[in-house]
């Protein structure tokens, strides 16, 4: 009964590193998204996938990569971590466009 | 693109009615949602409505869409302390899943 697991919960990175956020579904859901939430300002996609193998860029791409290898996971990448970056992270997934979208519980990345 | 907006904070006394509204700009949304978020949880979908219906129904939660003035309300019946979260409504216009979220409306159940 997982739904969307996502790793780590809480990360703090100083300015300049990188991680990989990890966001596995269990479904078989083909529609993955990641949003960042920031206060007053609800969520924003960052970027998306249709299905194995594709990746396509949300509303707020830059400083983010993703791929999505496998099908069920969607993976989310900072290459050089920024201040600006300070957010919760959500994945999400979906079995078609227009049916409900599962989240995960969010990673909480602190920026230093 | 679309724009959604929402009002910040709603504070209610147990036992009433809340009503949420929301607007949006793209008269194209085809799906819109209510979800709710819990402190430090992820967002859960409350209810959903297509866009060529005016009104949805479910226990509690009534769902009332305005198309002409994109106007879309969320009211919750009997408003209970476990009802006190943040709201967002989001709107999905495209074929690839993707929701436009307003920025969230705190709601506060008062004893």
């Known amino acids: 009964n997982a739904g969307v697991t996502q790793t780590p919960k809480f990360r703090v990175l100083k300015t300049g590193q990188s991680m990989t956020l990890l966001c596995a579904q269990d479904m078989n859901h083909e529609y993955m998204y990641w949003y960042r939430q920031d206060p007053g300002m609800g969520l924003r996609l960052i970027h998306y996938?249709?299905?194995?193998?594709?990746?396509a860029k949300g509303e707020v791409p830059d400083g983010y990569n993703v791929s999505r290898l496998k099908k069920q996971n969607f993976l989310l990448g900072l290459e050089s971590a920024a201040p600006s970056q300070t957010s919760v992270y959500f994945c999400?997934?979906?079995?078609?466009?227009?049916?409900?979208?599962?989240f995960g519980q969010g990673t909480r990345l602190t920026v230093v | 693109g679309e724009d959604v907006e929402q009002s910040l904070f709603l504070s209610v006394r147990e036992g009433d009615s809340s009503v949420i509204n929301c607007t949006y700009t793209d008269s194209s949304s085809t799906y819109l949602y209510w979800y709710k978020q819990e402190p430090g949880a992820g967002l859960q979908l409350l209810t959903y409505i297509f866009s060529n219906m005016d009104m949805k129904q479910d226990q509690r939660l009534t769902v009332l869409l305005n198309k002409k003035d994109k106007h879309l309300s969320l009211r919750i019946a009997d408003t209970q302390t476990g009802d006190s979260a943040i709201y967002f409504c989001a709107a999905s216009t495209d074929s690839w899943g993707k929701l436009q979220f307003g920025a969230g409306t705190q709601v506060v159940v008062t004893p």
């Open positions: 999400a997934s979906s079995g078609t466009v227009y049916t409900e979208a599962f």
């Open positions: 996938s249709v299905g194995e193998g594709t990746t």
